[in-house]
Nanobody
């Protein structure tokens, strides 16, 4: 059974940093593209960042580019999202997701396994 477990969320002040982790069990992660998505209250889920199976290609939404960094450690079956210079508009539940195959598209409909989410709150 495939399971994704996110951690690392919390409450920070604007300008602060958090590092999210997503540990995947039940499969070998190097066969899967991974993505981080978020959903704020009253808004649709949106892409944050995606990474191909060996990390050769990464994508970022315009709203987080230059502030967030996605990475992965396949032997540890873990994907990370380093979030720096956080802003109030980054407040959301953050989800990691995976899809079979090497690519990592930005559309959430392409991902078929999801974690339970971790809350990130940025406020002064």
């Amino acid at each position: 059974q495939v399971q994704l477990v996110e951690s690392g969320g919390g409450s920070v002040h604007p300008g602060g940093s958090l590092r999210l982790s997503c540990v995947v069990s039940g499969l070998n992660l190097d066969q899967y593209g991974m993505g981080w998505f978020r959903q704020a209250p009253g808004k649709e889920r949106e892409e944050v960042s995606c990474i191909t199976n060996y990390g050769n290609s990464r994508s970022y939404s315009d709203s987080v580019k230059g502030r967030f960094t996605i990475s992965r450690n396949n032997p540890r079956n873990t994907v990370y999202l380093q979030m720096n210079n956080l802003k109030p508009e980054d407040t959301a539940v953050y989800y990691c997701a995976l899809k079979p195959g090497s690519d990592a598209p930005t559309s959430d409909t392409r991902y078929n396994n999801w974690g339970q989410g971790t809350q990130v709150t940025v406020s002064s």
